[in-house]
């Protein structure tokens, strides 16, 4: 594997920074840093991660790997030279590959066939449970915060840090790495772990590390002597908040359009309808809801305006985690208008024209996630049936959470 690997660092910096694996057998854990080469506390944290794994190297079982996303990014401190890494990973760009010549790849596909490679020789050569990690931080001031598609093991998984979980952004973003880790069926998870400049984003990132190894089963905790340490960064970082939210709105900046956001939100900030938040040329524009600010952009690059996220009640998540383990998402096709891809069995094809009694938030509920096709049509891509929900029955978090 070493030498496969290695290989990969056609670009001047290392593309893999760690690369453990123990004896006795165990989970697999991997993060990547620098997705977006702007965003470098996650690649910070993992070379003091290394640090940290060279003295406790007895005590680990299982595998880990620390990934440098975009390391031409990086090296230029750029959220991308070309295009969004970040926004790559669709089923059908990952298919193009194949056809593509190598002379023709831009920057970010070039990064995209290396890190493809690298996720598919680490799947191939250790054993599950899988654990997917992706560090980012925010251009804004921020809480560190997890986002992840919503599916059980994610939920679960991710409810063991204490900070809180935003969900279902997916919905609004084509391409972002973790949703591709997902749709293979892994637990995946985004940790956005502060400003990008700030010392707190690194501190975040690096408790995160050490707490996965734990909550991953990768070490036990008596081992970690800086486990309470570490618990304790993010409980002092996280606002008090350990909800569940739910993104509902996203301001989708347009080609030539030239935005500002008003001066001075932080991601988890309470606004009302109508609140002024950014200038477009020079139109105000204001708050459609009602809600809390959620990634308002302060940088050039990028299209994600802002997002406005909402808590989602505590007893709606626990009925959806029942609705799920009951399956009754498989009825779904009895109604009028709603059918099963004939082509892809995860995805359902819902006829608006005939269905449109039915609202997002059901499907939601019942672990569908929706695109829109166009006014007529919706695809709704479920996450519970790709999810390799047996491959985690025998971890704790699964336990605890499924009892
Ligand atoms: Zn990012």
């Given at each position: 594997?070493?030498t496969?690997?290695q290989?990969?660092?056609?670009?001047?910096?290392?593309?893999i920074?760690?690369?453990?694996?123990?004896?006795?057998?165990?989970?697999?854990?991997?993060?990547?840093?620098?997705?977006?080469?702007?965003?470098?506390?996650?690649?910070?944290?993992?070379?003091?991660?290394?640090?940290l794994?060279?003295?406790?190297?007895?005590?680990l079982?299982g595998?880990?790997?620390?990934i440098?996303?975009?390391?031409k990014?990086?090296?230029?401190?750029?959220r991308?030279?070309?295009e969004?890494?970040?926004?790559m990973?669709?089923?059908?760009?990952?298919?193009?590959?194949?056809?593509?010549?190598?002379?023709?790849?831009?920057?970010e596909?070039?990064e995209?066939?290396q890190l493809?490679?690298c996720?598919?020789?680490?799947?191939?050569?250790?054993?599950g449970?899988?654990?997917?990690?992706d560090?980012?931080?925010t251009?804004s001031?921020?809480?560190?915060f997890?986002?992840?598609n919503?599916?059980l093991?994610?939920?679960?998984?991710?409810k063991c840090?204490?900070?809180?979980?935003?969900?279902?952004?997916e919905?609004y973003?084509e391409g972002?790495?973790?949703?591709?880790?997902?749709?293979?069926g892994?637990v995946?998870l985004?940790?956005?772990?502060?400003?990008?400049?700030?010392?707190?984003?690194?501190?975040n990132?690096?408790?995160?590390?050490?707490?996965?190894?734990?909550?991953?089963?990768?070490?036990?905790?008596k081992?970690?002597?800086?486990?309470e340490?570490?618990?304790?960064?993010?409980?002092?970082?996280?606002g008090?908040?350990?909800n569940?939210?739910?993104?509902?709105?996203?301001?989708?900046?347009q080609?030539?359009?030239?935005?500002?956001?008003?001066?001075?939100?932080?991601?988890?900030q309470?606004?009302?309808k109508?609140?002024?938040?950014?200038?477009?040329?020079?139109?105000?524009?204001?708050?459609?809801?009602?809600?809390?600010?959620?990634?308002?952009?302060y940088?050039?690059?990028?299209?994600?305006?802002?997002?406005?996220?909402?808590?989602?009640?505590k007893f709606l998540?626990?009925?959806?985690?029942?609705?799920?383990?009951?399956?009754?998402?498989?009825?779904?096709?009895?109604?009028?208008g709603?059918?099963?891809?004939?082509n892809?069995?995860?995805?359902?094809?819902?006829?608006?024209?005939?269905?449109?009694?039915?609202?997002?938030?059901?499907?939601h509920?019942?672990?569908?996630?929706?695109?829109t096709?166009n006014?007529n049509r919706?695809?709704?891509?479920?996450?519970?049936?790709?999810a390799?929900?047996?491959?985690?029955?025998?971890?704790?978090?699964y336990?605890k959470?499924?009892?």
């Amino acid at each position: 594997m070493k030498t496969q690997l290695q290989n990969e660092k056609t670009i001047k910096n290392e593309r893999i920074i760690i690369q453990f694996k123990s004896e006795k057998t165990g989970p697999t854990l991997v993060f990547f840093g620098g997705v977006h080469g702007n965003e470098t506390a996650g690649i910070q944290a993992l070379l003091k991660l290394k640090k940290l794994l060279s003295t406790h190297k007895k005590y680990l079982q299982g595998s880990i790997y620390g990934i440098v996303g975009n390391i031409k990014g990086v090296e230029q401190n750029k959220r991308f030279i070309d295009e969004d890494l970040n926004r790559m990973f669709t089923k059908k760009n990952v298919l193009s590959f194949q056809e593509k010549k190598h002379q023709e790849f831009n920057n970010e596909q070039l990064e995209q066939q290396q890190l493809l490679n690298c996720i598919t020789t680490i799947l191939s050569q250790n054993k599950g449970p899988f654990y997917f990690i992706d560090f980012h931080t925010t251009s804004s001031k921020t809480l560190p915060f997890i986002t992840i598609n919503d599916a059980l093991i994610n939920r679960w998984f991710a409810k063991c840090f204490p900070v809180p979980v935003v969900l279902g952004i997916e919905e609004y973003l084509e391409g972002p790495l973790l949703s591709y880790i997902n749709q293979l069926g892994y637990v995946s998870l985004g940790f956005e772990s502060g400003q990008h400049e700030e010392v707190e984003a690194v501190k975040n990132a690096y408790a995160f590390c050490c707490l996965s190894l734990v909550f991953s089963g990768i070490i036990d905790q008596k081992y970690l002597t800086n486990f309470e340490n570490e618990l304790s960064v993010l409980k002092k970082h996280n606002g008090g908040l350990k909800n569940t939210f739910e993104v509902v709105y996203r301001y989708s900046i347009q080609e030539n359009e030239i935005f500002k956001m008003l001066p001075n939100f932080r991601s988890f900030q309470s606004i009302n309808k109508g609140d002024n938040l950014a200038i477009s040329g020079n139109q105000t524009i204001s708050s459609p809801y009602s809600g809390l600010i959620f990634m308002p952009l302060y940088q050039t690059q990028g299209t994600d305006g802002f997002f406005i996220i909402r808590a989602i009640p505590k007893f709606l998540l626990k009925l959806s985690s029942i609705l799920r383990k009951l399956k009754v998402e498989s009825l779904l096709v009895i109604l009028p208008g709603i059918n099963r891809d004939k082509n892809d069995r995860e995805t359902l094809i819902v006829n608006l024209k005939i269905a449109r009694f039915l609202a997002k938030p059901l499907f939601h509920l019942l672990g569908y996630r929706s695109k829109t096709i166009n006014q007529n049509r919706l695809l709704l891509q479920n996450r519970e049936r790709v999810a390799q929900t047996a491959s985690y029955a025998q971890t704790y978090w699964y336990k605890k959470r499924n009892s």
